[in-house]
T-cell receptor, first 114, second 114 residues
Framework: SAVISQKPSRDICQRGTSLTIQCQVD?????MFWYRQQPGQSLTLIAT?????????ESGFVIDKFPISRPNLTFSTLTVSNMSPEDSSIYLC???????????FGPGTRLTVT | AQSVAQPEDQVNVAEGNPLTVKCTYS??????LFWYVQYPNRGLQFLLK??????LVKGSYGFEAEFNKSQTSFHLKKPSALVSDSALYFC????????????FGDGTTLTVKP
């Protein structure tokens, strides 16, 4: 298994600003993902961030809006740039751990853009 | 391509009754299958997985799931529901030949009434 922490746990931001979310894992993992989730709704994958390579973005998400860093096997950041109210959501970090690719999730960052 | 369908947005059961949360999947090869649970205001937790072998797999909190290859289903079950089982449940699939990510269903909200 893996234990994941995220910072901040929540934030309220002004339109047009940027927020960087940090994800720290208690063990070394290769595969890491960033998701977005409206409360009580489904998960939307933003990007896959593997250490040593550029992040791979899903359709509808671009690097200029959601730049990701993955400097080592235990840490990653997601930046939400030039925020608008539509970016208000819960952002989740997730890693693949275990023998058969089950995923573990961080507690989430609840972002509100005003 | 891989996909997951959870045909019920909401499942309601009475405490003490058996519960079933349905999931069907589509993959080009053989699947890894997973269930995750998200309790209110908490992060997503891995619940159980099917890799190979016995079609009935057991997981945390008394949950089990039955893999049915001919029906391409992986329904989550519990013999006797508890009020504390009320949560959002996600089914996920990953093709064994896919070096990338799992695909998640849209989620099913389970409500157990006393």
């Amino acid at each position: 298994s893996a234990v994941i922490s995220q910072k901040p746990s929540r934030d309220i931001c002004q339109r047009g600003t940027s927020l960087t979310i940090q994800c720290q894992v208690d063990s070394q993992v290769t595969m890491m993902f960033w998701y977005r989730q409206q409360p009580g709704q489904s998960l939307t994958l933003i990007a896959t961030a593997n250490q040593g390579s550029e992040a791979t973005y899903e359709s509808g998400f671009v690097i200029d809006k959601f730049p990701i860093s993955r400097p080592n096997l235990t840490f990653s950041t997601l930046t939400v740039s030039n925020m608008s109210p539509e970016d208000s959501s819960i952002y989740l970090c997730s890693v693949v751990a275990g023998n058969y690719y089950e995923q573990y999730f961080g507690p989430g960052t609840r972002l509100t853009v005003t | 391509a891989q996909s997951v369908a959870q045909p019920e947005d909401q499942v309601n059961v009475a405490e003490g009754n058996p519960l079933t949360v349905k999931c069907t999947y589509s993959v080009s090869g053989n699947p890894y299958l997973f269930w995750y649970v998200q309790y209110p205001n908490r992060g997503l937790q891995f619940l159980l997985k099917y890799i190979t072998g016995d079609n009935l797999v057991k997981g945390s909190y008394g949950f089990e799931a039955e893999f049915n290859k001919s029906q391409t289903s992986f329904h989550l079950k519990k013999p006797s529901a508890l009020v504390s089982d009320s949560a959002l449940y996600f089914c996920a699939v990953r093709d064994r030949t896919n070096a990338g990510k799992s695909t998640f269903g849209d989620g099913t909200t389970l409500t157990v009434k006393p």
